[in-house]
């Protein structure tokens, strides 16, 4: 499942640098994180970068983005190769 930064985003920029894809950029308002490059991290680390740096836990499970781990790791390679 992607993920999904909710309204409560303070835009403190730590989450961009943190991501591994490259799947969060700046909004109109705050933060975004595009579904078609998060992989939660997998791949990359065993849980998702932006979520442990967050100061405000903004991030969440997207619900309209659910994706099984297989589905994660095939978007993880179809990215990186």
Known sequence: MALLITEDCINCDLCPVECPNEAIEMGEEIYTIDADRCTECVGHYDAPSCVKVC????????????????????????LHS
């Open 55 to 78: 100061p405000v836990d903004c991030i969440e499970s997207d619900p309209a983005h659910a994706e099984t781990l297989d589905q994660l790791a095939e978007k993880y390679t179809r």
